[in-house]
């Protein structure tokens, strides 16, 4: 291994430019002559539109234009659109509800798009805004999901009349009653998952441009997959053809699923930019954030696992309400299902898995994926319901989880997945031994002490990362092929562009890409650029989420490079007068087996360029080549992550007073930046589980809508993370890599909530754990120890 | 959101005074915090503007004012509905009852309101502390309208 090559913790290229504040973000950029947008959103939850006067509001000085969604009709734009089809039980397709980019005739949310201002500035779109008279006809709200399922209850699209998307099911049922049947003990537990905002550093922002000359618009958006956003924005919602349309998604501040979807902002901008004949800015503010980023989770689950005299799990049964808001955003139908449902089975060797899951319209902002997406719920309840299940057992829940693990791989689970490697026991040892589980029974009487409750929580997950592939996903329902494009150009001097499909929004693909690429070529780390964001540059991609951009976008990335030596062997056969067989290629050079003639890569790229020395009949001149890379299975990180809690009875503080993780990505091309989102991930699953909560109230008010009533997490929240791997080999994809992006989010949750809820002896704890939740815990646990 | 709120407080007059004050759209917009117009459209209704700030969002707010289930002298319920813009709404009502007692007037007031939008995202912790504090002004300031007269 080099100091760059694979394996390596090099330092971020990209970070001199962040650090340094010369990224260039949407909201750095700045068209000539551009305008500004301000959207008019609903205060109500849920209401008819009866007129909308914007008369004032346009006789305003600087006013370009105020519009509605009958403008959007009349122009024949299309609605926004959900990509993912899921099927009801009776195989009939889910019930998606229109979703226009304006409000047409109707708001469904607080937040929900109702007008567009366009002016010379801001200030004055904002405040000619205020000028526009909406009348509404108030409707009831509804924001809890049983209420929405309930009788009489108020209905979002009357394509729904029972507020259902879907009423959705996945396993076996048969064979999971007949489970439970013979159980010898069953493992009960309610849980609910609690809805999260995103809060992505950088909010979403766009600039739409139209130029008349071309008759082609160019959108600078916030997206974590371009290519994504200009097919959707083509193809269905009708701006206009793909070659007239070009999207660039420069650097982006962060996204954690919320920059994945198409939004009606970057719709409206795009659309405006020609109405109006000026490029259109939007940027949201925080506020705005808040009420229309897609949120995420947001279940309400009942489960049960079956067990025998032995305490080897028979079956698992699991019930969920998924809340989708008030429209359905980009994934949201496959968050609850595909993504969630196929890894109930966790590490365990679970004979018998039977999900129902319903999908629920409530008067909310819409739900979709956020990081982890669907599987931090899944594992949720499997590793609640197993710490639950070993407690009532008696079983130490390490021991528990060994006894129930799957050892031998390939392991086809009840539900869908093909698990294709891993060693659950490794990394669980390691883990133990790291995290001193031995010692834990006095660090615990240390604790009682000083009168507090100490308590430990395990979290052992599997994710499904670089959702694939394409012919799978296509079979459940999605729209399109998760497979990822790569493109390697070499310039004459033996530079190199990589074109790649995937996005970084974060996740430091400049680096790794380039460290891929340095290593397999043999030039500088420096010799490399990373190519990404652009439909005009890069033909096309699915881009990043999932965590599939080191599996997927790699993979083909290193595909790419295969073609790339290879037609370098062809061009140094000719350069060198030897047969192309006898060419080796080696550290960047080029050679004649078995003789002391060889040319550096550089020089073949050269030679590829100049064509001298071979014909054009022969050999095309030049040196590019692309990949498109379709996995064959999805990949399988998992890991055991241990959490130590210490309880403050008289106030309800949680301290996280160690944190364990040992992770299995398999090959890990920068193990510095693996750590970095380790720790990332985490600490999002800390805040999840301690402290974030958003909360609408009765009237369908969102009341979490600014950090003064949301609570991220910071430094002081977290101790110092022991962080750990284990190694198996991805066998699924050419590098073995299996993605780590996601892992701390998933992993994190149930650790802190099994550690409290051991601290505290007995199971009545709800995310988040405030101090508030975690006080009225503990008293019950006071007056359980003041009753014995 | 919604809130509630209740109270009552003596005013130095006797019931008839107190009434017609009530019903008096000078008095009560020289009473309402912020209130900039009130211009009777019927007996029962009227049209009014007023200025409110809720923590960080403040407003000019129109709507309409409406008194319904009038027993005069005894007491009525005054309700109202205003739109603050891109701020929000709000809406609500009190049930207003007069009471003779030594002394005076006890005027009991049961109010009710809801909020929406930016006022309830970025305010709404600060509601009820603004809404106690609007009726103490308002109370003071009507209780020295019924003293002048």
């Known amino acids: 291994m080099t100091s760059t090559g694979i394996g390596a913790p090099v330092r971020r290229k990209e970070d001199f430019r962040f650090i340094t504040g010369k990224g260039q973000y949407t909201d750095d950029i700045n068209r000539q002559g551009q305008a500004y947008a301000y959207f008019l959103r609903s205060p109500h939850a849920h209401a008819t539109i009866k007129s909308i006067d914007a008369s004032a509001a346009k006789a305003k000085p600087g006013v370009l234009a105020v519009l509605t969604g009958d403008d959007l009709a009349a122009d024949k734009i299309g609605g926004l659109i959900c990509g993912w089809m899921i099927h009801n039980k009776d195989g009939s397709p889910m019930k998606a509800g229109a979703h226009p980019a304006l409000a047409q005739g ?42 929405a399922t309930g009788k009489g209850a108020t209905v979002v699209h009357d394509i729904a009349p029972d507020n259902r998307v879907y009423d959705w099911h996945l396993g076996d049922k048969a064979a999971t009653d007949a489970a439970f049947a013979r159980a010898k003990h069953v493992t009960k537990l309610d849980l609910v998952n609690n809805r999260l905002v995103p809060n992505a550093m ?29 097919l959707v924005l083509s193809a269905f919602i009708g701006i206009a053809p793909e070659h007239k349309l070009r999207v660039i998604a420069p650097d982006v501040g962060g996204g954690f699923g919320s920059k994945i979807f198409i939004y009606a902002e970057e719709t409206v901008c795009v659309w405006a930019a020609k109405k109006v004949g000026r490029p259109v800015k939007w940027t949201a503010e925080r506020t705005e954030a808040f009420l229309s980023d897609a949120h995420g989770r947001d279940h309400i689950t009942h489960a049960e696992m079956a067990l025998d ?3 080897k799990i028979l079956g698992l049964r699991v019930k969920t309400k998924a809340n989708l808001g008030a429209y359905l955003s980009t994934f949201s139908s496959c968050v609850p299902t595909y993504l969630y449902a196929p890894l ?5 060797d679970i004979p018998a898995i039977y999900c129902e899951v319903e999908g629920v319209y409530t008067t909310t902002a819409p739900v979709d994926a956020y990081r982890g997406a669907g599987r931090p719920e899944a594992t949720f309840v499997i590793e609640r319901m197993i710490e639950v299940a070993a407690r009532e057992t008696g079983t130490d829940p390490a021991a528990f989880r060994k006894k129930n693990f799957i050892r031998k791989f390939p392991h086809q689970t009840p539900v869908i997945m093909a698990y294709d490697a891993g060693d659950y026991v490794a990394s669980l040892e390691k883990a133990l031994d790291m995290a001193d589980y031995k010692g834990f029974g006095k660090r615990r009487r240390d604790s009682a002490r000083a009168g507090k409750l100490r308590g430990i929580g395990f979290s052992a997950y599997i994710e499904a990362c670089g959702i694939a592939p394409s012919a799978a996903v296509g079979s459940l329902g999605a ?60 033909q096309f991609g699915m881009g990043t989420y999932g965590s599939r951009s080191g599996a997927v976008g790699m993979s083909a990335i290193s595909k790419a490079l295969d ?14 007068e030897a047969s192309e067989g006898d060419i080796e290629f080696k550290d960047g050079r080029f050679s004649v087996a078995g003789t002391d003639k060889s040319l550096a890569f550089g020089e073949v790229a050269l030679q590829a360029y100049i064509a001298h020395k071979f014909s054009g009949q022969e050999l095309e001149p030049g040196l590019k080549e692309g990949a498109f890379y379709d996995p064959t299975n999805f990949t399988f990180p998992s890991g055991v992550h ?3 809690v210490e309880v403050d009875p008289e106030t309800g503080v949680t301290t996280i007073a160690k944190w364990t993780a040992v992770d299995d990505f398999g090959n890990v091309i920068n193990p510095m930046i693996v750590e970095g989102q380790v720790h990332g991930g985490i600490a999002q699953g800390v805040g999840q589980a301690l402290l974030e909560g958003a909360r609408y109230d009765s009237s369908g008010q969102l009341v979490t809508a600014s950090y003064m009533d949301y609570c991220m997490p910071r430094a002081d929240d977290l101790p110092s993370f022991s962080i750990g791997t284990t190694v198996t080999p991805c066998p699924s994809n050419p590098l073995g890599i299996k993605g780590c992006g996601e892992a701390g989010a998933i992993a994190a949750p149930p650790a802190v909530i099994n550690a409290i809820t051991d601290a505290l002896g007995h199971e009545d704890v709800t995310m988040p754990a405030t101090p508030q939740v975690v006080w009225q815990a503990a008293q019950k646990t006071l007056r359980k120890q003041a009753a014995e | 959101m919604a809130m509630t709120m209740s109270g009552d407080f003596v005013l130095p007059a006797d019931k008839p005074t107190v009434w017609a004050k009530l019903n008096d759209p000078e008095v009560l917009k020289a009473c309402i915090p912020g209130c900039q117009t009130l211009e009777k459209t019927s007996d029962t209704s009227f049209q009014a503007t007023a200025k409110i700030k809720v923590g960080p969002v403040g407003a000019t707010f129109k709507g309409k004012v409406n008194l319904t289930d009038i027993d005069a002298p005894n007491g009525y319920r005054i309700s109202g509905e205003g739109e603050g813009g891109v701020a929000g709404f709000a809406k609500g009502g009190a049930v207003v009852k007069l009471e003779t007692v030594e002394g005076g007037t006890k005027l009991t007031y049961d109010v009710e309101a809801q909020i929406g939008g930016k006022l309830a995202q970025l305010g709404g912790r600060l509601i009820n502390g603004v809404a106690k504090k609007m009726a103490d002004e308002f109370f003071a300031n009507f209780a020295k309208a019924v003293s002048a007269a």
């Open chain 1, 563 to 576: 073609k790339v030596i290879a037609k370098g062997k062809k061009v140094a056969a000719y350069a060198m």
């Open chain 1, 309 to 311: 005299d032995k305490g």
């Open chain 1, 202 to 230: 950088e909010p979403r922002a766009a600039i739409g441009d139209y130029d008349a000359g071309n008759d082609a618009f160019t959108l600078y958006t916030t997206s974590q997959n371009p290519h994504v956003a200009r």
């Open chain 1, 642 to 644: 241990i959490c130590e």
């Open chain 1, 106 to 147: 109707k708001v469904r949310y607080v937040g929900d798009h109702v007008a567009v201002v366009i002016a010379e500035d801001y200030s004055t779109a904002k405040d000619a805004a205020e000028a526009i008279v909406v009348d509404y006809g108030v409707l009831p709200a509804v924001v809890d999901m049983n209420a």
């Open chain 1, 479 to 538: 729209g399109v092929g998760l497979w990822e494009s790569a493109e390697i150009r070499v310039n004459p001097v033996g530079t190199v562009e990589v074109l790649t499909g995937s996005h970084s929004h974060g996740q430091g693909h400049e680096t790794t890409f380039a460290q891929l690429v340095s290593a397999r070529l043999g030039i500088d780390i420096d010799q490399v650029a990373v190519v990404h964001g652009d439909t005009d540059k890069v």
């Open chain 1, 344 to 348: 109930l089975s966790g590490q365990y």
